[in-house]
T-cell receptor, first 114, second 111 residues
Framework: KAGVTQTPRYLIKTRGQQVTLSCSPISGHRSVSWYQQTPGQGLQFLFEYFSETQRNKGNFPGRFSGRQFSNSRSEMNVSTLELGDSALYLC?????????????FGPGTRLTVL | DAKTTQPPSMDCAEGRAANLPCNHSTISGNEYVYWYRQIHSQGPQYIIHGLKNNETNEMASLIITEDRKSSTLILPHATLRDTAVYYCIVRGKAAGNKLTFGGGTRVLVKP
């Protein structure tokens, strides 16, 4: 079974721009979670989607948003990019929501903001 | 979710067993212990998880103390490819699918 895929793998943007990242979960998985990883803050939870609904949200500003489609694919968007948004953005999928299933991570998208 | 404490780093000789400790003294009865590892700049890789009993799979063994306040991840025969940051996470249903990562243990396997 194919793993979690994320596109693009690398991205360079400038301050003030916006960016959209994509995540395709493992086939059959319906929950998708997003994480941000920076050297200073480590791995931090952004939000989780299940059945096209946001179920949980981390402590990030409203510039960070996401959505999930009916085929469980998910996108996250960051508007008005800041230098501090440079990070590895990770997506994880699991079969169910509710904390009872193992989550599997994708390879990540490395975003650099200049 | 309960907080975990791990040593920041440890070295291990290639071919020897690596024993990675994790303290989770405030764990609740329905919280699981999960282990992930992250090889440089890749996505975290699931290793193993357990509730009360010891668990073993093709990658590792997980030993959980009887009081569940600590656990040890055992890599039976460490290879150079096991060099990574290892994260111990305690997770309960109350947090849903949100994983709270600490600093992890940076493991360096030396030839």
């Amino acid at each position: 079974k194919a793993g979690v895929t994320q596109t693009p793998r690398y991205l360079i943007k400038t301050r003030g721009q916006q960016v959209t990242l994509s995540c395709s979960p493992i086939s059959g998985h319906r929950s998708v979670s997003w994480y941000q990883q920076t050297p200073g803050q480590g791995l931090q939870f952004l939000f989780e989607y299940f059945s096209e609904t946001q179920r949980n949200k981390g402590n990030f500003p409203g510039r960070f948003s996401g959505r999930q489609f009916s085929n469980s694919r998910s996108e996250m968007n960051v508007s008005t990019l800041e230098l501090g948004d440079s990070a590895l953005y990770l997506c994880a999928s699991s079969f169910q929501a509710g904390g009872s299933d193992t989550q599997y991570f994708g390879p990540g998208t490395r975003l650099t903001v200049l | 979710d309960a907080k975990t404490t791990q040593p920041p780093s440890m070295d291990c000789a290639e071919g020897r067993a690596a024993n990675l400790p994790c303290n989770h003294s405030t764990i609740s009865g329905n919280e699981y212990v999960y282990w992930y590892r992250q090889i440089h700049s890749q996505g975290p890789q699931y290793i193993i998880h357990g509730l009360k009993n010891n668990e073993t799979n093709e990658m590792a063994s997980l030993i959980i103390t009887e009081d569940r306040k600590s656990s040890t991840l055992i890599l039976p025969h460490a290879t150079l490819r096991d060099t990574a940051v290892y994260y111990c996470i305690v997770r309960g249903k109350a947090a849903g699918n949100k994983l709270t990562f600490g600093g992890g243990t940076r493991v360096l396997v030396k030839p």
